[in-house]
């Protein structure tokens, strides 16, 4: 055979093993092609993420909730600083009512707004491919905002939020909270799933709720008795979701202490209010380490995001400012 002919041949075997060590060694790292590239053998390509579909529909809902929010508190705010010129003038507590669901409509528009800015930052980092941010009109009814706030904590909702990857989870469960916190700031009431309280979390959660109800138990003890509207309020869901818990946890539920060392002393009525502010917000965080153990159960991610939601408004009601993601680091 001519020297060339063999020359030709020999560098034809290297580059061809290179090929197949190139390709090899991008198979053994995983490695990524680009979602529409040209496949080349022995290089996987690019599969859409198990979320994208479930990150998808929620950024949209995000975005939905924002604007309906958005209109709701600008009609609402102006009719209830315009005035009743009408010979059929509201009552003193229904125009109150009005200016505090438009107040909270127009809160819950900046928390979704923020909540859909980072998740679309999400969405990108994790290579999905956004819905187009087309505008939505700002418009809607108190009553059809309530709806929306109301469903994202419905058995559809939860199935898919129970659906993701656990580190999709607590972000997830935290936007679903406050979905579940807004209806009730806007004066609906949520039918919460029949779900069970997840066993491995039941523990941690249910020590921050008990020593959350023995702080309100204090403050009620401190406080005049026509001065314990919200105070009755708030011990009567932590009272319930004590239950939920003890059940849960079973013959595993250790004893109540008899007391607690309370970390705000209740001195006056705004100590008072601090010191619910954190006991709330110890319970808020709780339900936000414990999400991820919940991913892929829906009834246990049910039970979790009830507890958040309830202590999230609660939180609210005692003077904590909204944030889009409460319990998470911002």
């Given amino acids: 055979m001519p020297q060339g002919t063999s020359g030709a041949h020999s560098r034809r075997a290297v ?13 053994g790292c995983d490695v990524r092609l ?10 996987p390509t690019q599969s859409p993420p198990a979320d994208a579909a479930t990150l998808r ?5 995000l975005r939905g909730l924002a604007a309906r929010a958005e209109g709701v508190g600008h009609v609402g705010g102006a009719t209830s600083s315009a005035g009743h010129s009408s010979a059929a003038k509201p009552s003193a507590r229904a125009s109150d009512a009005v200016a505090t669901h438009a107040l909270w409509a127009a809160r819950l528009a900046t928390i ?6 980072r998740l679309a930052a999400v969405i990108a980092t994790e290579g999905i491919s956004a819905p187009p941010s087309a505008p939505v009109a700002a418009t809607g009814t108190l009553r059809q905002l309530r709806d929306l706030e109301v469903g994202g904590v419905g058995p559809r909702a939860l199935d898919g939020v129970a659906g993701v990857a656990p580190e999709n989870v607590p972000m997830l469960c935290s936007i679903a909270a406050t979905q579940g916190a807004g209806a009730r700031m806007l004066g609906a009431a949520v039918s919460w799933p029949s779900v069970a309280t997840p066993g491995p979390a039941a523990l941690a959660l249910l020590s921050d709720v008990r020593g959350c109800v023995y702080a309100l138990e204090v403050i009620a003890g401190r406080t005049p008795l026509k001065q314990r509207t919200l105070i009755a309020a708030t011990l009567t869901t932590m009272y319930a979701a004590r239950s939920r818990l003890v059940l849960a946890a079973g013959s595993s539920a250790p004893p109540a202490p008899v007391e607690y060392r309370l970390p705000v002393p209740v001195t ?5 209010r601090r010191l619910a502010q954190v006991m709330l917000g110890r319970v808020v965080a709780t339900c936000a380490s414990q999400s991820p153990s919940t991913a892929g159960r829906v009834s246990q991610v049910g039970a979790v995001v ?4 309830e202590a999230t408004a609660a939180s609210w009601q005692w003077g904590v400012k909204p944030v889009p993601f409460p319990g998470l680091r911002e």
Avoid at 34 to 43: L, M
Avoid at 57 to 61: E, P
Avoid at 268 to 272: E, S, Y
């Fill in 268 to 272: 006056d009525a705004a100590a008072a």
């Fill in 34 to 43: 680009q979602r529409g590239a040209p496949h080349i053998p022995g290089v």
């Fill in 112 to 117: 979704h707004h923020q909540q859909a800015t």
């Fill in 306 to 309: 009830r507890l958040w939601s």
């Fill in 57 to 61: 529909a929620m950024l949209l809902r």
């Fill in 15 to 27: 580059l061809a093993s290179c090929a197949l060590l190139t390709a090899g060694v991008l198979a």
